[in-house]
C-alpha cells in the first residue's frame, strides 16, 4: 500500500495489502478483513445466493461483489432489496460481512439522529425496514433522501461525520449502501434516482444449513473473484461504476411510482385524464389553472406553493415560459365558439401527452402577442 494513502487516515481499505504497519501518529489501520483461507474451491450457495438476488442481472451481481473486492474505494449505487420477511434479505445482509467485513446495519431512525459516527471505518452500511415514510409520522423523507444520495456519492472521498459530543468534522468514507425494506417504495425517489438499484426478491430455495455452508464457501468465491472473474470494464467511465441504464430493473419502476407524492400523482392523474378526454398532445397551464383543474379531477386542494414545488422538484419540469399570450388549456371558456380555450397573458408549462415538459420553439401558431 502507497504510505501517503495511509497518512493521518486510520482506516485505508485494501483487501491485498498487510495491516501491520502502522499509520502516521502511532495509528494503525482499522480495516478488518474476511477471517478465511483463500483457495480454489466450489460455492454452489453462493452462486444461488446471487441468483437469488440478481436473477437476470447476475453478471453484474458478480462484477458487484468483484468490484468491492478489487476497487473498494469506488462508489456503487445503493442496493435496495424489496421483500417479504422471508425473502432472504438477512442472509444477503450476512453474505457481505462474510466476504468484506467492515459492516454495520442502522435504520431509518439512525438516520434521522444526529450522530453519525456510524459513517466512518465501514464498507457496507445496511439500513433496515427502510421506506418511504422514515420511522415516524413526523420524519422527513426528503432529509433521509438527501442524507442517503451523499452516502453514495461521497464514496472515496469524505465525509461530514456527526458526533453528539465532538463539533462536526470531515473523515474519510468508503461505504457502500444496501437498503433492506419490505415495503415495494424503500425511499422518497425523484427525478431519475440514479444512485438506486431496486431489486424485487421472491422467496429463495431452502437449503439446510445454508449460512454455514455459504461461510464455507467464501475463501473459495473471492478466489474466483480473484482468478477467474473477468469484469466489464477495470476503471469507471461512471461515477457509480455502472452506468444507470445497465441496472435499471422493473422493480424501480414500480418503486419510483409508489414512492412519489400525493401532490405528483395528483398532477398525473389530472393531465392524464385531460389528454385521455380531449385527444391532444401538448397543454398549456399555469399554477392557478392547473390547481383547479386537479381539484375538479381529484378533488385535492393543493397549495399553490407546494404546486410549484412539486413541479419543480419532483417532477423536474423546470421554471415556467416568461409571461405571454397563450391558450390555457385547463381553462375551458364558451365566449368563442371557435376558441375551446381560454386565451390570456400568463407564465405557463407546455407539457406533452408523455408528461414531459416541451422544449418551446421561436415560432408557434397557437402563442398570441397580446
Known amino acids: 500500500m502507497i504510505p501517503n494513502k495511509r497518512s493521518g487516515m486510520g482506516y485505508y481499505p485494501d483487501y491485498f495489502a498487510s495491516n501491520d504497519e502502522a499509520l502516521e501518529g502511532n495509528k494503525y489501520n482499522a480495516f478488518r478483513k474476511p477471517n478465511c483461507k483463500i483457495e480454489k474451491g466450489e460455492f454452489p450457495m453462493t452462486k444461488i445466493l446471487i441468483k437469488h438476488i440478481w436473477g437476470d442481472q447476475i453478471a453484474l451481481g458478480y462484477e458487484y461483489y468483484w468490484v468491492k473486492r478489487h476497487r473498494p474505494t469506488q462508489a456503487l449505487p445503493a442496493l435496495c432489496l424489496v421483500g417479504s420477511e422471508d425473502a432472504g434479505k438477512t442472509t444477503i445482509g450476512d453474505h457481505q460481512e462474510m466476504c468484506f467485513s467492515n459492516s454495520t446495519s442502522i435504520g431509518i431512525k439512525t438516520l434521522e439522529g444526529s450522530d453519525s459516527a456510524y459513517l466512518f471505518g465501514k464498507q457496507d452500511i445496511i439500513i433496515e425496514e427502510s421506506n418511504a415514510g422514515g420511522s415516524n409520522r413526523n420524519s422527513n423523507p426528503d432529509a433521509i433522501l438527501s442524507d442517503i444520495k451523499r452516502m453514495v456519492s461521497q464514496c472515496g472521498g469524505q465525509i461530514s461525520v456527526k458526533n453528539l459530543h465532538k463539533d462536526v468534522a470531515p473523515k474519510p468514507y468508503f461505504a457502500k449502501v444496501l437498503m433492506f425494506t419490505n415495503d415495494r417504495s424503500p425511499i422518497k425517489m425523484t427525478g431519475e434516482a440514479t444512485r438506486f438499484w431496486v431489486i424485487g426478491l421472491g422467496i429463495p430455495e431452502k437449503h439446510d444449513d445454508f449460512i454455514e455452508k455459504l461461510r464455507l464457501e467464501v475463501g473459495h468465491f473471492l478466489w474466483y473473484l480473484d482468478n477467474e472473474f473477468i469484469p466489464s470494464r477495470t476503471s469507471s467511465k461512471e461515477r457509480l461504476w455502472f452506468h444507470p441504464t ?120 397557437n402563442l398570441l402577442d397580446l
Open 246 to 365: 445497465e441496472y435499471w430493473t422493473i422493480a424501480k419502476d414500480l418503486a419510483m411510482k409508489d414512492s412519489s407524492t400525493r401532490e405528483s400523482r395528483s398532477i398525473k392523474e389530472a393531465l392524464l385524464n385531460w389528454f385521455d378526454e380531449t385527444g391532444e398532445e401538448e397543454c398549456y397551464f399555469d399554477l392557478k389553472s392547473l390547481k383547479e383543474y386537479i381539484k375538479l379531477i381529484t378533488d385535492f386542494d393543493i397549495d399553490k406553493g407546494v404546486l410549484k414545488d412539486c413541479l419543480l422538484d419532483e417532477l423536474k419540469w423546470g421554471d415556467p415560459a416568461p409571461r405571454k399570450g397563450v391558450s390555457d388549456h385547463l381553462t375551458p371558456t364558451d365566449k368563442c365558439p371557435n376558441c375551446p380555450w381560454d386565451v390570456r397573458k400568463m407564465s405557463y408549462w407546455k407539457i406533452t401527452s408523455s408528461l414531459k415538459p416541451f422544449e418551446e420553439a421561436n415560432n408557434m401558431g
